[in-house]
Nanobody
């Protein structure tokens, strides 16, 4: 069982940057992935980015490529999402999720079974 706690959300203006953090605790496995998803009102929860904890391999949604960077801090068991050049359409609740047994970087929400409570990101125009 992996417990996840997100932080770092807030209200920013278009073009600004934010860094989200996701702290993982509890039992972890030698191979697992951490993913970021987001959900706007009336929309499905969509994939944003993922990183494999062991390999460091990353995966990004097309909508955030070149603007967002996912990274990990092994010592702190924390994954980050650096969000640059934020746009109003990035406004959503951002969730951290874990797949505790994979060597890949899944993009489907159904493949993640441990979720944080989410952190709100609001980008004004």
């Amino acid at each position: 069982q992996v417990q996840l706690v997100e932080s770092g959300g807030g209200l920013v203006q278009a073009g600004d940057s934010l860094r989200l953090s996701c702290a993982a605790s509890g039992r972890t496995f030698s191979s697992y992935a951490l993913g970021w998803f987001r959900q706007a009102p009336g929309k499905e929860r969509e994939f944003v980015a993922a990183i494999n904890w062991n390999s460091g391999v990353t995966n990004y949604a097309d909508s955030v490529k070149g603007r967002f960077t996912i990274s990990r801090d092994n010592a702190k068991n924390t994954v980050y999402l650096q969000m640059n050049s934020l746009k109003p359409e990035d406004t959503a609740v951002y969730y951290c999720a874990a797949n505790p047994s994979t060597w890949g970087t899944p993009t489907k929400r159904g493949l993640y079974h441990n979720w944080g409570q989410g952190t709100q990101v609001t980008v004004s125009s």
